[in-house]
């Protein structure tokens, strides 16, 4: 059997409405993602890779190259303007953007996982960190009370958040553990495609690695494929086995991630690398 | 002699550097062999490319140039200078280990859980993984008091070690050693070549860069001279 669990061909989105010179004068070369022509923004053209089962890849690049916008079209947060994305589901095949919007929502709340930036995106802040869990378990079938009480107690334990904060609101918890919280919820459902946009950023530092280590465990657990969105080089150095570097909404260079670091082609990734070290 | 486990022919690694318009070449002609259960040393001054060759073969380096032929446990032949990451990603896991001179891990994790990593990662039994990682960090004077305890805070010698022994752990079938003795006192580098040369014995190849002739001279079958390459290129800005 095949490992592949994701395939991604072609992927684009222009906001705006759009021309047929957008994609021609847009890119790296032209140190913009912005038409000339008719200012339509180009956040991600013709991106293609490959993910298999338990393999982290990580999406570098600046803000605005493009690499939140592609795991959003992938998570169903916006619609591409064109492309594919083939989801491989044991013995399933899913053309995401096929499906129909009930289609898609049982995906993301049954099939895929996203941790956000913005503990806000994630998080429902109206109810507490075990409700939090709980919405997403009830939203994958699991019905009996007690039974999800005793799983949103077992994730929050896997992530480190005490229990006797279970019934409190995140809203009072401190930014690495709201993360926290956001990892055990998109955990749930035991997952095997989870996407983690700049789920470090903003934090300090100590809790950066207690998050990265964390994630990493997981992976090795649960054999979770994931793709991490990331400004930090050091981020993707840790986690990422394979890295697409992006810029202006384009994949410039893509290789292991220990090539990409210590043997960059692109001059944009000689740049960022040298500018890290 | 049996078949070699690696034959390298005519590689070249040269850097281009966009910002400067410059090529670097790091190293070219490199041509060698190795084979199970010996060790070829690569030797040369500084300047030569010798990482530059383990690096490309690890694919850290991406080849400018030559092929790099491995031959799988299935009997198989692979041009590592030309394999889809995909691949070398699953070769690193069974088949070809690289002990560097630096300790790149996680901050948090234990000494034991970083020297057993390689084999969590194969789906070794975690109990059984942690008793040969144990067994591992004593055979090269790692103090247990030390082994429960992340290596962030370890001197260089005791980084080493734990590098060394995650390295050795999985017994890969090739191993690249980037001067595994560099930062370690006399005894302790003694244990590392009584250990490299019981892992001869088990049939690991083994390609080395060494700090020491000494150590070349006691440990190497096969020797390989590199020579530093010629200047570095300017390009015409054209």
């Given at each position: 059997?095949?490992?592949?669990?994701?395939?991604?061909?072609?992927?684009?989105r222009i906001?705006?409405?759009?021309?047929?010179?957008?994609?021609?004068?847009?890119?790296?070369?032209?140190?913009?993602?912005?038409?000339p022509?008719?200012?339509?923004?180009v956040?991600?053209?013709?991106?293609?890779?490959?993910?298999y089962?338990?393999?982290i890849?990580?999406?570098?690049?600046?803000?605005?190259?493009?690499?939140?916008?592609?795991?959003?079209?992938?998570?169903?947060?916006?619609?591409?303007?064109s492309?594919?994305?083939?989801?491989?589901d044991?013995a399933?095949q899913?053309?995401?953007?096929?499906?129909?919007?009930a289609q898609?929502?049982?995906?993301?709340?049954k099939?895929?996982?996203m941790?956000y930036?913005?503990?806000?995106?994630?998080?429902n802040?109206?109810?507490?960190?075990?409700?939090n869990i709980?919405?997403?378990?009830?939203?994958?079938?699991?019905?009996?009370?007690?039974?999800?009480?005793r799983r949103?107690?077992?994730?929050?334990?896997?992530t480190?958040?005490?229990?006797?904060?279970?019934?409190?609101?995140?809203?009072?918890?401190s930014g690495g553990?709201?993360?926290?919280v956001?990892?055990?919820?998109?955990?749930?459902?035991r997952?095997?495609?989870l996407f983690l946009?700049?789920?470090?950023?903003g934090?300090?530092l100590?809790?950066?690695?207690?998050?990265?280590?964390?994630?990493?465990?997981?992976?090795?657990?649960?054999?979770?494929?994931?793709?991490?969105?990331?400004h930090?080089?050091?981020?993707?150095?840790?986690?990422a086995?394979?890295?697409?570097?992006?810029k202006?909404?384009?994949?410039?260079?893509s290789?292991?991630t220990?090539?990409?670091?210590e043997?960059?082609?692109h001059?944009?990734?000689?740049?960022?690398?040298?500018?890290?070290? | 002699m049996t078949q070699?486990?690696l034959?390298?022919e005519?590689?070249?690694?040269?850097?281009?550097?966009?910002?400067?318009?410059?090529?670097?070449?790091?190293?070219s002609?490199?041509?060698l062999?190795?084979?199970?259960?010996?060790?070829?040393?690569?030797i040369?001054?500084?300047?030569?490319?010798?990482?530059?060759?383990?690096?490309?073969?690890?694919?850290?380096?991406l080849?400018?140039?030559?092929?790099?032929?491995?031959?799988?446990?299935?009997?198989n032949?692979?041009?590592?200078?030309?394999?889809?990451?995909h691949?070398?990603?699953?070769?690193?896991?069974?088949?070809?280990?690289?002990v560097?001179?630096?300790?790149?891990?996680?901050?948090?994790?234990?000494?034991?859980?970083?020297?057993a990593e390689p084999?969590?990662a194969?789906g070794?039994d975690s109990?059984e993984?942690?008793?040969?990682a144990?067994?591992?960090?004593?055979?090269?004077?790692?103090?247990?008091?030390?082994?429960?305890?992340?290596?962030?805070?370890f001197?260089?010698?005791e980084?080493?070690?734990?590098?060394l022994?995650?390295?050795?752990?999985?017994?890969?079938?090739?191993?690249?050693?980037d001067e595994?003795?560099?930062?370690?006192?006399p005894?302790?580098?003694?244990?590392v070549?009584k250990?490299?040369?019981?892992?001869?014995?088990?049939?690991?190849?083994?390609l080395?860069?060494?700090?020491?002739?000494?150590l070349?001279?006691?440990?190497a079958?096969?020797v390989?001279?590199?020579?530093?390459?010629?200047?570095v290129?300017?390009?015409?800005?054209?």
């Amino acid at each position: 059997m095949s490992r592949k669990i994701l395939e991604v061909r072609g992927l684009s989105r222009i906001h705006g409405k759009g021309c047929p010179l957008c994609t021609q004068h847009t890119g790296p070369e032209f140190d913009t993602n912005i038409c000339p022509f008719c200012g339509s923004v180009v956040a991600a053209h013709d991106i293609n890779f490959d993910l298999y089962r338990g393999e982290i890849l990580g999406i570098i690049g600046e803000s605005g190259s493009g690499k939140s916008s592609t795991v959003k079209m992938l998570y169903f947060d916006d619609a591409p303007t064109s492309g594919q994305a083939t989801f491989f589901d044991g013995a399933e095949q899913h053309d995401l953007f096929s499906l129909n919007a009930a289609q898609q929502r049982s995906m993301r709340n049954k099939r895929f996982g996203m941790v956000y930036q913005n503990p806000h995106m994630g998080l429902n802040f109206q109810i507490s960190a075990g409700g939090n869990i709980a919405e997403r378990l009830l939203m994958s079938d699991l019905k009996h009370y007690a039974e999800i009480r005793r799983r949103a107690g077992e994730l929050l334990s896997r992530t480190e958040v005490s229990l006797a904060r279970m019934d409190q609101n995140p809203k009072t918890f401190s930014g690495g553990m709201q993360q926290r919280v956001q990892i055990a919820k998109a955990l749930a459902t035991r997952p095997p495609l989870l996407f983690l946009d700049e789920v470090t950023t903003g934090l300090d530092l100590s809790v950066q690695a207690a998050i990265l280590d964390l994630i990493l465990e997981i992976q090795n657990e649960l054999d979770t494929a994931m793709i991490v969105v990331t400004h930090d080089l050091g981020v993707i150095r840790l986690l990422a086995g394979r890295t697409l570097v992006m810029k202006h909404g384009r994949v410039i260079e893509s290789g292991l991630t220990d090539q990409i670091l210590e043997d960059p082609q692109h001059a944009y990734t000689q740049r960022l690398v040298a500018s890290a070290l | 002699m049996t078949q070699a486990i690696l034959t390298i022919e005519d590689y070249a690694k040269t850097f281009h550097l966009h910002e400067r318009n410059k090529d670097i070449p790091s190293t070219s002609g490199v041509n060698l062999s190795v084979y199970p259960g010996r060790l070829t040393a690569l030797i040369g001054p500084t300047g030569a490319g010798k990482s530059s060759v383990l690096k490309g073969i690890y694919r850290t380096y991406l080849p400018s140039s030559g092929r790099i032929l491995f031959r799988t446990k299935a009997g198989n032949i692979i041009d590592l200078a030309k394999a889809c990451e995909h691949q070398i990603l699953e070769l690193r896991k069974q088949e070809i280990g690289f002990v560097t001179q630096f300790l790149y891990c996680l901050p948090r994790k234990s000494a034991i859980d970083v020297v057993a990593e390689p084999l969590f990662a194969r789906g070794v039994d975690s109990h059984e993984a942690r008793g040969r990682a144990e067994k591992l960090l004593a055979q090269l004077a790692v103090p247990s008091h030390l082994w429960n305890v992340p290596p962030a805070t370890f001197s260089g010698g005791e980084k080493q070690r734990v590098n060394l022994a995650r390295g050795l752990i999985a017994q890969p079938r090739l191993l690249l050693l980037d001067e595994p003795t560099a930062s370690l006192d006399p005894a302790t580098t003694e244990r590392v070549i009584k250990h490299i040369q019981s892992l001869k014995e088990t049939g690991i190849a083994m390609l080395a860069i060494f700090h020491h002739p000494d150590l070349v001279r006691r440990l190497a079958d096969e020797v390989v001279e590199l020579s530093p390459p010629i200047a570095v290129t300017e390009l015409s800005k054209d």
